[in-house]
């Protein structure tokens, strides 16, 4: 297609000198990273889930669950599955079912697991309700509204659209992720799998691990509690929200096949154009280092700007959408070369906010300016309510039902 | 090829405290014969209320420190090496020589002259070579100092924390050379930008910003050899841009939202009888998205009022609707005329290009101009999307050349200035706009010709 964006023809962004902005980075790195896991309303917590550490272990039991900000560094191996449940918009076929997940869950990260005979490590399970089964309940909650189609949808199969339950198992053990997801699905009464499919990332601390093209990715994310708290976790009732959902969040799960090959041949300096980043460090064109802003004004003296205009980094800002800041927790992905098959790489985005619409439009934005886009392929799709955290007297998703 | 990054101006008393901007050898030089030079003010030599610059006072900015609301800072013939920075109300820094009087940049400082109080004056000088505005008026402000945006790294600024510079007056002033800007309204309101010239900026010549109720009359000023001519990003009702050549720009003017700025969507401007013609400069920065052979852009703006302009000989469009993300181009009337003897005709005269998640609605269309798609006129006046859009791709195709360095863009032709510098001009009016008269018909195509440094 033809590379002539809507804004390339028109106008300067509007506005905004950039001033100040320049200057502050993202706190510093090891300061913000050092606190991404505490909830600001959530109880005090164990001295273990604060390890941003792959081995020990993380709590399973809170305000919220793990798997989202906990541990602070993403296990490095993933299994994410998803499945239907018919019948289960009636609450009496809903409710047990997901009790029963949230106390295999407990059982599994345990001290003791038949399942599991070396311990859980670092193992962490998220459970997501898909649109139909949160519209049930109520369909003005969060979480009921499904994700829209947007560019490259179309040609998604349709058992990758959507579905009513994410597993969402990481851990540093990959032996260890099929064992406990079927111990999960026992618990289902058998109910087939839509799909499931391992997923792994590289090295890294915090959300910042480099993605299949080689660059850094996850590290423009709200760190601190209070960002969190703001931009990820569905507020207390105190604070507006909605006591059902509190301490939940709106997962957006996509599986994105990426021209790796393609990629792979741009000229380093054109790679790093696309992303709007230097692949060796990740600091953004404008300067400065990797968790220094983006400076969205910077330009040459001949009038470009040293983010590109259709660079990654530029069209995902949030401040262009008005909206807010993701929580992105990426995994990569890898199938097998056979035959003529070339196989697929790429990567399972997935993000955590409090509002669908951050990333909603953030994603049409993509669709209209982002030069990345042309490497990637939209291959699933789908939106859950992570439910708000559980413990031994407050079953998973029984606040749903308040 | 040498980047620089926008920063903001040091603000000039805070700066030991700060320190944020380096400052350079020849700021320091400045603030030293301050220090030797600047002593009680004398009025002895003029009229109560007029400092002179530098017979009273070595620095503009001594001056302007020096000054009362109500007082007329006069700046001699001489190139100043400044940022100035006024925060006094009712002060006036007028040259006494528009084409002599010069504060330069030279490529290394932020701004020209910053006014961040109520009631300011800067009149009939030129503010060439600085790296972000030349002439700035804002209500966006603290102790870090002055600053032009709504958004902060990831974080959003509260326009609520910032209430607007009120009255302001931007006349005969030179803006050329300058890295963003060169005249600059943002956060301000009750104003006149009126009778300058803007030339050389990498993003826009002349720009309105973030106001509500703006209560901004833009008229009779030359913008040409910019990236854009003319801007307005969410600076809505009463604005009026009217009797202006932007011309010879690489897009003429634009009326956009943004949602990196408050008080989105923009709406309700008039524009009326500019002319907006040949917007295929060389002489100029690059538009940074590309932008070229465009007059008028409009994305995400509403309800605004474009009436007997001339928009001709502009390769690309004429007008071009859009979207910005989720908001709409929706209820703008457009009339004018879209051709004159000696200019090319527009690529086409109207244009929609906006998405399908935000498709244009609703806007009117006067005459018979071309249009893509070429039913672009259905849906006047009512909630309808008006027509399908055209992908960006079918549009004529026009090759933006190479941008040039704003520092390299040529320099203006000089301009005439103002007759009676010795008046200590009254306090500015609280209203501006109501008692603008917008002309009657289309200019013909040599308004302010004579003013132009493109033959």
Same mark, same amino acid.
């Given at each position: ?55 020990? #272990? ?43 997940? #949230? ?31 949160? #519209? ?110 509190? #301490? ?40 400065? *280092? ?30 262009? *959408? ?81 | ?21 380096? $400052? ?18 004398? %009025? ?40 100035? !920075? ?19 940049? =030279? ?5 020209? +002259? ?7 004056? +800067? ?23 002055? @600053? ?34 060169? +005249? ?53 009702? @009463? ?27 923009? $709406? ?9 013609? @040949? ?9 940074? =998205? ?39 181009? %929706? ?62 791709? $079918? !549009? ?25 510098? =010795? ?33």
């Amino acid at each position: 297609m033809s590379w002539v964006s809507r804004r390339e023809v028109l106008f300067g962004t509007g506005g905004a000198i950039m001033g100040v902005a320049a200057t502050v980075s993202g706190a510093t790195a090891a300061g913000a990273l050092g606190d991404e896991t505490s909830y600001r309303h959530g109880p005090a917590r164990s001295d273990r889930e604060g390890a941003a550490a792959s081995s020990g #272990g993380v709590e399973p039991a809170g305000m919220t669950q793990a798997g989202v900000d906990r541990p602070g560094t993403p296990q490095r191996f993933g299994l994410l599955a998803v499945l239907d449940l018919p019948g289960a918009t009636d609450r009496r076929a809903l409710e047990p079912r997901l009790a029963a997940l #949230g106390a295999t869950i407990l059982s599994l990260t345990g001290e003791s697991s038949d399942v599991l005979p070396d311990g859980a490590g670092d193992l962490t399970v998220t459970v997501g309700l898909g649109p139909r089964l949160v #519209g049930a309940i109520d369909p003005g909650l969060a979480g009921a509204t499904a994700l829209p189609r947007f560019a490259g949808d179309d040609s998604i199969e349709a058992h990758r659209i959507g579905g009513d339950l994410l597993l969402a198992l990481h851990g540093s053990d990959p032996v260890a992720l099929p064992l406990a997801l079927r111990e999960l699905r026992a618990t289902l009464d058998g109910t087939p799998l839509r799909w499931s499919e391992a997923c792994f990332r590289g090295p890294g601390v915090g959300t910042v691990t480099r993605n299949p093209f080689g660059f850094h990715d996850g590290i423009a994310v709200p760190r601190d509690s209070e960002k969190l708290a703001r931009e990820v976790w569905l507020p207390p009732e105190e604070d507006g929200g909605d006591p059902r959902v509190a #301490g939940g969040t709106i997962c957006v799960l996509r599986r994105l096949v990426l021209d790796t090959e393609r990629f792979a041949h741009l000229e380093p300096s054109d790679q790093e154009a696309v992303m709007g980043r230097r692949r060796s460090d990740g600091a953004p064109l404008s300067g400065g *280092t990797m968790f220094d802003d983006v400076d969205l004004r910077a330009k040459t003296p001949t009038g470009e700007y040293l983010v590109p205009a259709r660079s990654h980094a530029r069209a995902a800002h949030p401040s262009f *959408t008005g909206s807010g800041l993701m929580l992105r927790r990426g995994y990569a992905f890898a199938t097998p070369t056979t035959g003529d098959d070339p196989g697929e790489t790429g990567l399972f985005f997935i993000a955590f906010q409090r509002e669908l619409d951050t990333f909603v439009r953030t994603q049409h934005r993509l669709d209209e300016t982002d030069a990345l886009m042309q490497f990637a392929r939209p291959t699933a799709s789908a939106t859950f309510l992570v439910l708000p955290g559980f413990d031994e007297n407050q079953p998973l998703g029984s606040t749903l039902y308040e | 090829m040498s980047a620089y990054t926008p920063s903001m101006p040091p603000k000039r008393r805070r700066a030991s405290l700060f320190g944020r901007v380096p $400052r350079t050898a020849a700021y320091v030089f400045v603030l030293v014969l301050t220090a030797c030079t600047a002593g009680p003010a004398s %009025s002895d030599d003029g009229p109560l209320g007029v400092l002179r610059v530098p017979a009273d006072h070595a620095t503009i900015q001594a001056a302007v420190d020096a000054a009362a609301p109500g007082d007329l800072v006069l700046v001699a013939p001489g190139v100043y090496t400044e940022n100035v !920075l006024v925060e006094t109300t009712d002060v006036t820094i007028r040259g006494a020589d528009r084409n002599g009087v010069v504060i330069d940049g =030279e490529g290394v400082r932020s701004s020209g +002259i910053v006014a961040v109080a109520d009631g300011v004056r +800067i009149e009939n000088l030129t503010v060439r070579r600085v790296m972000h505005y030349g002439v700035l008026v804002t209500g966006m402000h603290d102790d870090n100092g002055p @600053s032009a945006h709504g958004v902060d790294g990831y974080e959003r600024l509260d326009p609520a924390m910032f209430p607007p510079v009120e009255r302001f007056a931007v006349r005969n002033v030179t803006a050329s050379n300058n890295g963003l800007y060169g +005249i600059y309204a943002f956060d301000a309101r009750h104003g006149i930008i009126a009778d300058s010239y803007a030339s050389g900026s990498a993003d826009s010549g002349i720009y309105v910003g973030q106001c509500r109720h703006c209560d901004i009359l833009v008229t009779g000023n030359v913008a040409e050899r910019n990236a854009v001519g003319f801007e307005n990003a969410n600076a809505s009702d @009463s604005v009026v841009v009217t009797g202006n050549r932007f011309s010879h720009n690489r897009v003429g003017m634009t009326l956009l939202s943004n949602y990196q700025e408050a008080f989105t969507p923009q $709406r309700a401007n008039i524009v009326r009888g500019n002319v907006i013609a @040949s917007n295929t400069s060389a002489d100029s920065p690059a538009q940074a =998205e590309g932008g070229f052979g465009v007059g008028i852009g409009i994305s995400g703006g509403r309800d605004n009022l474009l009436r007997d302009n001339l928009v001709a000989g502009n390769p690309r469009a004429g007008v071009l609707l859009a979207n910005t993300e989720d908001l709409a181009a %929706s209820g703008n009337r457009i009339e004018g005329a879209w051709s004159a003897d000696g200019v090319a005709p527009n690529g086409v005269d109207i244009a929609n290009i906006s998405a399908d998640r935000a498709p244009a609605q609703g806007n009117c269309i006067g005459g018979s101009p071309s249009t893509l798609p070429k039913h672009l006129r259905a849906g006047c006046g009512t909630k309808k999307p008006s027509a399908t859009a055209v992908a960006p791709g $079918r !549009l004529p195709d026009v090759e933006a050349p190479p941008g040039m360095s704003f520092l390299q863009v040529p320099e203006p032709p000089p301009q005439p200035g103002m007759v009676d510098v =010795e008046v200590i001009p009254a306090r500015l009016p609280n209203t501006v706009t109501d008692a603008a008269e917008t002309p009657e018909g289309v200019p013909d195509a040599g308004l302010l010709a004579e003013r132009s440094g493109v033959s």
